[in-house]
T-cell receptor, first 112, second 113 residues
């Protein structure tokens, strides 16, 4: 069964450093998402991406965040200057049509 | 405002019994609902979905019921097994909101042997 692949599974970074979280969505999917989950809390929407541009973003997705689809397969989330409160699980998701979201296993980001 | 919430944070169930997990949503514009299972350290795993033009959908050992009148969603797991122990989230999609998913807070299901 096709999967959404995320790397790395765990990233530790120092406060103020830049991090790039990587995702390989399912190959024929057209819509891409980033969500995050702070420990013990619910999954929160960050950003959606379609046709090589952001289609929607949440209040969490401020100027420190950016997304990119640098080639035909990868979808990245960059945090320019990490803060302690950015520590969370970050999930990538993709879908083809109106339904059928598939999530990756996540990247655990720890900011120290 | 939009919100999706769960009534019970933890549900303990005896192996072999049926489980019922509930979810309330507040936005009548939601047209699609999904139940996810999340095991420790893993991403949300799709269980079953239902569109707003339906009130019941069945899968393998799982049934989702949608009551649009009271904006309530439930997940029934038949003959609960130890492997069903996890956190369960409901999520809703609103077409007008760019097809993003809004998640509820989660219910932890503990299956006792």
């Amino acid at each position: 069964e096709p999967e959404v692949t995320q790397t790395p599974s765990h990233q530790v970074t120092q406060m103020g450093q830049e991090v790039i979280l990587r995702c390989v969505p399912i190959s024929n999917h057209l819509y891409f998402y980033w969500y995050r989950q702070i420990l013990g809390q619910k999954v929160e929407f960050l950003v959606s991406f379609y046709n090589n541009e952001i289609s929607e973003k949440s209040e969490i997705f401020d100027d420190q965040f950016s997304v990119e689809r640098p080639d035909g397969s990868n979808f990245t989330l960059k945090i320019r200057s990490t803060k302690l409160e950015d520590s969370a699980m970050y999930f990538c998701a993709s879908r083809l049509g109106e339904y059928g979201y598939t999530f990756g296993s996540g990247t655990r980001l720890t900011v120290v | 405002g939009e919100s999706v919430g769960l009534h019970l944070p933890t549900l303990s169930v005896q192996e072999g019994d049926n489980s019922i997990i509930n979810c309330a949503y507040s936005n009548s514009a939601s047209d699609y609902f999904i139940w996810y299972k999340q095991e420790s350290g893993k991403g949300p795993q799709f269980i079953i979905d239902i569109r707003s033009n339906m009130d019941k959908r069945q899968g393998q050992r799982v049934t989702v019921l949608l009551n649009k009148t009271v904006k309530h969603l439930s997940l029934q797991i038949a003959a609960t097994q130890p492997g069903d122990s996890a956190v369960y989230f409901c999520a809703e999609k609103q077409k007008a909101a760019g097809n993003k998913l809004t998640f509820g807070g989660g219910t932890r299901v503990l299956v006792k042997p």
